[in-house]
């Protein structure tokens, strides 16, 4: 059968830019998927599709379409013989409606076919099924992708004509549509959705197209019609990458080591709010730059979603790049106008600095006991004297009374920049300010490092805090929300997790793994419930079990992301290591053990003696050397006195790796042990030795990591 390329577009006004991308993704494969459903396209041509998106279109060109999909055969089950048939094989009335439901009739019976089903005959009824059109396909996948589209938030609108169109007096997307071009080569496929009939004409840029409407001849041409006529890049992702170079362009211009602030995500956005972008290089006054960059960057970002401009040392410049969507002969009004427009935000940051510098850190407090954290834990006056308790106690075991007092300190004014005009005005910036404000108030720098850290990291691949103090304060910090929330029973649940548990959980991991603290999981725990007095029930060791068990689960999946097999994080996490700097050190050990020839009959036998013990009483691992009488046990019990104090002696050193090695070398006696020794004796004297010797094995062989988890 021949195919011809398909075009579809649905022309709307302005889509959200932040969500265009995934809109424009959506509408292309739900098109094709339905395609698909209808046999009108071949699944192998997926990855040929071409998915366009801009601010006021989202567009599909979907490969070799199917003017009408190839009839098919179809075979349907009715129902048992002995339910459609009679005794005499006539057919029942029964069987007649049914018939009758699939648009056929009692002529037909001659012809169903009879055939087991399971045990019992049943009739089928054979046809041939005659191949959707292209019009009935496409009209059936438009009408579901625009449907399943993942729009952020639907309005409703009026249509054109209102009333007079019967049924289409109003419609919901997400934002009005007022186009809709289906193309199957360069015919028009006479679909309709959201009271729009396809046609062949759309709108190309509100003020630099061509021409208007403009006309696409044939499937093929669009891209390069809509460019040409209509002004506009149709490809969201040719025009990111177009902004990409631009942008780039543009810096190199300005000179001096220039470079635009990273952002994808302020990129896509951007990609999401022109058709056909052109840079331009604006600046404003040097003396804002006396204010923190981070704020002016955020502002320049998030209100105006400009470029800054960084130089070669990555510091702000006065100079910022503006992705405009008009092309005029004279740039110097569009330029004037946006550096009009960040003037006031800019003052407006520098004066929110000057005002929250007039008074420190300190002085602000007392007013964290009038800030609500939680209707069930109290104040961030409240916080912070937990945190402070936590910190301190960190702190003294990690580097004594020189850095518990530092971080005490650092804890106490840790919230304080919540109080500030700057962070109200910009809540991504707390923590920061407050790093400012610190040396401002000629606090040390490691106490403004701590203020500024604290929250960090803040989300998969954020750095840890910068030092000792921060460290400790940042662990601190989330460790009470940990505690505290599971405390009051306030746990994450599937996909929410509205104090972001999940991210404290792998913070703290990250801290104690990272920077290797001798920190006992457990034992911090306890200490951060005790901070919390009597705003925690009495009894909580269910809910420190569930964070427990919360934490290693977090752990194990970041190691599993990191390329550690299951068998390797069960192995060592089954023991629940306490210390999580040490776990690194165990995997490694693990899979230098797993490598091993002798690897595989160790985990099997310590997984048999593992599932011996545990039918036995508990047992004194303590053998008696008088009641060795089998020949395979005294020399279990001999290699063990060579190979058990080595490998202690290498487990204490912290040596995980040797340790596990060295036990290759009993692989021969256990073997053997199992082949000739009878463990459950019937002389009581005799089992209890051996479970005894088994029970110093199990013990000295599960030290590092659980091996019966690598047993296959």
Not at 97 to 108: C, M, P
Not at 141 to 162: C, D, F, N, W
Not at 474 to 503: H, N, Q, Y
Request: with cysteine.
């Amino acid at each position: 059968m021949s195919t011809q390329n398909l075009l579809v577009e649905l022309f709307v006004e302005e889509l959200p830019p932040k969500a265009l991308k995934k809109l424009g993704e959506a509408f292309a494969s739900g098109i094709f998927d339905g395609l698909e459903k209808h046999q009108l396209v071949r699944r192998a041509d997926a990855d040929k599709l071409q998915a366009f998106a801009s601010p006021r279109r989202l567009a599909v060109w979907v490969p070799d379409v199917l003017g009408t999909a190839a009839d098919r055969a179809s075979s349907q089950k009715l129902m048992p013989a002995s339910v459609g048939l009679d005794a005499s094989g006539n057919a029942t009335s029964a069987l007649l409606k049914k018939l009758q439901s699939l648009g056929a009739d009692a002529s037909a019976v001659a012809g169903l076919r009879r055939a087991l089903d399971g045990k019992a005959e049943a009739l089928f009824f054979d046809s041939m099924v005659k191949g959707a059109t292209l019009t009935e396909g496409l009209q059936a996948a438009l009408s579901e992708a625009v449907a399943r589209l993942p729009i952020p938030k639907v309005m409703t609108y009026q249509l054109e004509g209102g009333c007079e169109l019967p049924g289409w007096s109003s419609v919901q997307f997400v934002r009005p549509a007022h186009g809709l071009v289906a193309l199957h080569g360069s015919n028009i496929v006479p679909v309709e959705v959201l009271g729009l009939k396809a046609g062949n004409c759309t709108q190309g840029h509100r003020s630099e197209a061509r021409v208007s409407p403009v006309v696409i001849a044939n499937a093929d041409s669009y891209a390069a019609t809509m460019e040409v006529d209509g002004a506009v890049i149709a490809s969201f992702a040719r025009r990111r990458a177009d902004i990409e170079h631009q942008l780039a362009h543009a810096a190199a211009k300005v000179g001096g080591g220039c470079r635009p602030i990273e952002d994808e995500a302020l990129l896509d956005e951007v990609t999401g709010l022109v058709e056909r972008p052109n840079v331009m290089v604006c600046e404003f006054e040097r003396q804002f730059l006396d204010v923190p960059q981070e704020c002016l960057i955020l502002t320049m970002k998030a209100n105006q979603k400009y470029f800054p401009l960084l130089d070669a040392s990555g510091r702000l410049t006065n100079q910022f790049l503006v992705v405009s969507n008009i092309s005029p002969d004279d740039a110097s009004q569009v330029i004037g106008g946006n550096e009009r427009v960040v003037r006031p935000r800019l003052a407006d940051a520098k004066f929110f600095f000057d005002q929250d510098r007039k008074k420190t850190l300190a002085s602000r407090v007392a007013a964290l006991d009038k800030v609500v954290y939680h209707n069930k834990l109290g104040s961030q006056g409240d916080r912070t004297a937990r945190v402070r308790a936590i910190a301190t106690a960190i702190g003294r075991q990690l580097g004594g009374d020189v850095l518990a007092a530092q971080a005490d300190q650092a804890a106490l004014l840790a919230k304080t920049d919540l109080l500030t005009d700057m962070v109200g005005e910009f809540p991504e910036l707390q923590g920061i300010m407050g790093g400012y404000y610190a040396r401002h108030d000629g606090l040390s720098e490691d106490i403004a490092f701590a203020i500024e850290d604290h929250y960090k990291p803040r989300f998969a691949g954020d750095e840890l805090p910068r030092n000792r103090v921060g460290i400790v304060v940042a662990l601190a910090d989330k460790l009470e929300t940990l505690v505290g929330m599971f405390g009051i029973g306030s746990l994450p649940t599937g996909d929410k997790d509205p104090f972001a548990l999940r991210r404290h959980a792998l913070g703290a991991i990250r801290m104690l793994d990272e920077a290797d603290l001798a920190l006992d999981l457990a034992a911090l725990l306890r200490v951060a419930y005790a901070a919390f007095g009597d705003k925690l029930p009495a009894d909580c060791a269910s809910a420190l079990d569930a964070l427990l068990q919360f934490i290693y689960d977090r752990l194990a999946g970041s190691l599993r992301e990191q390329g550690f097999s299951v068998q390797e994080v069960d192995a060592v996490l089954a023991l629940k290591p306490q210390r999580l700097g040490d776990v690194p050190k165990r995997l490694a050990a693990v899979r230098a053990f797993a490598a091993l020839p002798e690897a595989p009959a160790l985990a099997a036998a310590n997984k048999r003696i593992g599932n011996i013990l545990k039918k036995t009483p508990p047992v004194d691992p303590h053998v008696s050397q008088v009641l060795l009488q089998e020949t395979a046990e005294i020399a279990l019990f001999t290699a063990m006195k060579s190979v058990l104090p080595q490998a202690d002696a290498m487990f204490v050193g912290g040596d995980y790796t040797g340790s596990l090695q060295s036990l290759a070398a009993l692989r021969a006696p256990v073997d053997a042990f199992f082949e000739g020794v009878m463990v459950n004796a019937e002389q009581l004297d005799l089992r209890l030795n051996r479970q005894g010797l088994l029970q110093t094995l199990h013990n000295a062989m599960n030290r590092v990591a659980d091996l019966a988890k690598l047993a296959a």
